[in-house]
């Protein structure tokens, strides 16, 4: 069993910069891929950024070259770092794991385990 918990959401103006971070429960966080999701408002929850238990990376289209996934196994805790954000990434944060490990993981039911999500909200 993992449990997640995100943090660091909140409101920024477009063009700015921040840093999700989801927190890991459990010994076998390094066995993981993680991925981040978001949900905006009246939308599916979408593929964001997912990475391998080795540290390999894959993007969702949308946030290619502005967004990156970390992990830090000895803190059991994976990141976003975003950038140049614009009002559309506006949505719920949500990390996830994936017992698979691979890293090439992209929708919702691949992942084994969810935390409770954290805004994310961009001013225009």
């Known amino acids: 069993q993992v449990q997640l918990v995100e943090s660091g959401g909140g409101l920024v103006q477009a063009g700015g910069s921040l840093r999700v971070s989801c927190a890991a429960s459990?010994?076998?966080?390094?066995?993981?891929?993680m991925g981040w999701f978001r949900q905006a408002p009246g939308k599916e929850r979408e593929f964001v950024a997912t990475?391998?238990?080795?540290?390999?990376?894959y993007y969702a289209d949308s946030v290619k070259g502005r967004f990156t996934i970390s992990r830090d196994n000895a803190k059991t805790t994976v990141f976003l770092q975003m950038n140049s954000l614009k009002p559309e990434d506006t949505a719920v944060y949500y990390c996830?794991?994936?017992?698979?490990?691979?890293?090439?993981?992209?929708?919702?039911?691949?992942?084994?385990?969810w935390g409770q999500g954290t805004q994310v909200t961009v001013s225009s």
């Open positions: 459990g010994r076998t966080f390094g066995s993981y891929a």
């Open positions: 996830a794991a994936d017992r698979a490990g691979w890293g090439t993981h992209t929708r919702r039911y691949e992942y084994d385990y």
């Open positions: 990475i391998s238990r080795s540290g390999n990376t």
